[in-house]
């Protein structure tokens, strides 16, 4: 004889004597210590865990009242993939800490990458080829997901717009998620310039356009003559790459020429200036240092001078 059974939603005896808030609380994420050991990197992670002064403030935290916030990971076959939680690894690491605080989820490979992406969007400095890559995995992810995606420069925001729902949640315009994305079409040495603050965005997204070795040619020039092009010089570049007449007295002789209200400039290489200054130190933090400090050699100077005719 067959009896009809009904389905009360619970799944096990003892949900039966469970409370609602008990059953909620089996829901929330839990968290783990893991091993160090068995966390492997995010692959292809676009962000960088830099020995800086951020970092050994982070130790320093760390080691006075632990990880305050879990790192997310998800299981794989040797272990688990870090999804945020880089730096924390690292400086529990470098404290000779063996386990850290983790919230285990299984996720797909394009969750993963999304939540990768947007918890790291929320640090307070990030370079430009940080978020070039990081918008370019997420739009590839958005995509994958069966997202609408339109990868030209149109003007005109559509529904379900990917770039526009990625620059929602990292405080960009449509338009600016689409320049930075542009910048995973440079070559790495000009990408560095970009980093360095000695390319502007504007004119390296004209630059992206180039072909590779049209890019290296123009890299080339411009490391020998340390200049490097206006917006406008850029246009110009690409215009003559669609031509084809890009080469190398053609970029030699455009770059050459004289940009509008064009100052004197002395130029100290970055690198040569970084071991006075904390790592992430900008450009723009540098010159303002400098210039205080020539200011102060120059009060200086003149008071020994006026000492001395005493």
Known sequence: ????????GLTGYDDLFMSSEEREDMKKPKVEEIA???????????????????????KKSIHESGVLVPALARPTEDGYELI???????????????????????LTDEE??????????????????????????KMDALKAQGKR?????????????????????????????????????????ILKMVDEGRVALTPAVEISYLQRFEQIALYRIMDRDDVTP??????????LS????????????????????QKEFVRVPCEKLRRYFP???????????????????RQHSRTSMEREVR
């Open 230 to 239: 206006s917006v406008y010089q850029a246009k110009q570049l690409r215009q």
């Open 112 to 137: 993963a990458v999304i939540a990768m992406v947007d918890s790291n969007l929320q640090r307070e400095h990030l370079l430009p080829s940080e978020k070039a890559f990081a918008y370019k995995m």
């Open 36 to 58: 160090i050991s068995e966390l492997r990197p995010f692959k292809d992670h676009p962000f960088r865990v830099k020995e800086d002064e951020e970092m050994e403030q982070l």
């Open 279 to 297: 790592q992430n130190a900008t450009p723009k933090q540098m010159q303002e240092t400098l210039l205080r400090a020539m200011e102060f050699y």
């Open 84 to 106: 945020s939680g880089h730096r924390r690894m690292a400086a529990c690491a470098a404290l000779g800490l063996e386990t850290m605080p983790v919230i285990v989820r299984k």
């Open 149 to 189: 995606t339109d990868l030209t420069l149109s003007q005109v925001a559509t529904k379900l717009d990917a770039a526009a729902e990625i620059g929602k949640s990292a405080g960009e315009s449509r338009d600016q998620v689409f320049r930075y994305i542009r910048l995973t079409n440079l070559i790495p040495s």
């Open 242 to 261: 669609q031509e084809e007449k890009l080469n190398d007295e053609s970029i030699a002789a455009l770059i050459s020429e004289p940009k509008a209200n």
């Open 1 to 8: 004889m067959k009896f009809d059974t009904i389905n009360l």
